[in-house]
């Protein structure tokens, strides 16, 4: 009998195989050799990936990346002093305390963006260029995502004081770097590289959808005084390429402001970017809204809700969630724009990497220093992409 199975199983196998290798067939017959037309452009397609992948894996191995490892201390913080660097790692720590604790509490996507970071800390961990201490920094960042994932799991009590922290984490990440008054400040001047790409996307991300929503709500208000001043705030900012608000922020602020009241560069250039994406974002916004049927308001309105409670809790949330891509297309680009802060002397990711490329000692060796801006560039917008993606499903916005 126990022969009888095994030869039974053994057949069983083997018609599994079988049938997988004819679905693979029929996919490729129907997929890519359906017709002559089709083939020719699956061979010349493959001819070109193939022509495209021997090419960078030619570059990948021939190139010399000691221009990367020996200059990515400056490309990540810039001139930030070695003595106050702990700083920038507490405020790592905390982010990925956060990241940790709200993976376990709510799971879902945001486990995919903490299992991302620590993989990318990780591989920073191991190759041997990095730091011994830079090596202990990036461990008990990877430890703190795993133990508060495991303390979130346990304790739902820290949901609130999770959100609050999630609110406060720009200023009190600033506060860090600064020293909260009590630590010798460290000037913004020295601030450079991927943090400040960081720090301005990240405000100009966070402090303009607020701005944006409060916007595209106002746009629609039946008072025209608000409705008219936030259609020409719109439009004269849509009107303006994003460089000439930098050049407005850095150059005429301080002389709108007077010259007894001193604003940082950085400062300046969070105020333009937050300025300039808030614009786009109520445009964004005012879509969704546009979307909504007039029956929901009039159901609402039925129901006796008044013009607040009516925005705030039928028609805004199906609003967001109508124009989650468009919102996080204007998030990415940001991100991507705060390369533009460069014109106005702010040596951000790109713009060390500029400077590092400029060197004599370096000379020729700009094509590693860019592929290596372009991967993380490509992994942090990847990841906000899958971010949009996650919560579309999860709101099942994307099977409308």
């Known amino acids: 009998m126990d022969n009888v199975r095994l030869g039974n199983s053994g057949n069983l196998v083997k018609s599994n195989s079988l049938s997988r290798l004819v679905k693979l067939q029929l996919w490729l017959k129907n997929n890519l050799f359906k017709d002559w037309k089709n083939a020719i452009l699956t061979i010349i397609a493959a001819m070109f990936t193939g022509y495209v992948i021997a090419k960078v894996t030619t570059f990948l191995a021939d190139s010399d990346w000691s221009v990367v490892t020996a200059n990515l201390r400056l490309l990540m ?35 995919h963006v903490a299992i991302a970071l620590s ?12 730091e011994s201490i830079t090596k202990i920094y990036l461990g008990v960042s990877i430890a703190s995502i795993y133990l508060f994932y495991a303390i979130g799991r346990k304790l739902s009590v820290l949901k609130i004081p999770v959100l609050v922290l999630w609110i406060l984490v720009i200023p009190v ?11 010798e400040p460290v000037s913004t001047n020295v601030w450079g590289g991927f943090l400040l790409t960081m ?3 990240s405000v100009a991300i966070i402090c303009s959808f607020p701005i944006g929503l409060l ?78 049927p007039r029956g929901q308001f009039e159901a609402a309105q039925a129901l006796g809700l008044n013009n607040f409670k009516l925005m705030i809790f039928v028609i805004l949330p199906q609003a967001l969630k109508a124009v989650i891509p468009a919102m996080v297309g204007q998030f990415i680009a940001i991100f991507k724009d705060t390369s533009l802060v460069a014109v106005i002397g702010l040596a951000d990711f790109l713009g060390m990497a500029k400077k590092v490329a400029a060197n004599p000692e370096y000379l020729g060796k ?8 372009a991967l993380m560039y490509f992994i942090f917008c990847y990841l906000m992409s899958h971010v949009s993606k996650a919560l579309e499903k999860s709101l099942s916005a994307g099977s409308r």
């Open 77 to 111: 913080v810039g001139q930030f002093p070695m003595e106050e660097i702990w700083r920038l790692w507490v405020a790592v720590i905390l982010v990925s305390v956060l990241f940790g604790a709200s993976w376990g509490l709510w799971r879902n996507v945001i486990g």
């Open 119 to 130: 993989v990318i800390m990780l591989i920073f961990a191991v190759v041997p260029y990095t």
């Open 173 to 183: 990440s600033v506060g860090i770097i600064n020293g909260f008054g009590i630590l």
């Open 199 to 201: 720090v301005i996307a």
């Open 215 to 292: 916007l595209a709500v106002g746009r629609r208000s039946k008072l025209p005084v608000i409705k008219y001043t936030c259609i020409v705030y719109i439009e004269i900012i849509r009107g303006m390429p994003l460089i000439m608000i930098l050049f407005i922020g850095q150059l005429l602020l301080p002389m709108f402001i007077g010259g007894e009241i001193q604003i940082d560069n950085i400062l300046r250039a969070m105020i333009a970017f937050t300025l300039f994406s808030a614009a786009y974002l109520a445009e964004n916004i005012r879509g969704g809204l546009q979307s909504i």
């Open 366 to 373: 700009y094509m590693e220093l860019y592929m290596f801006i």
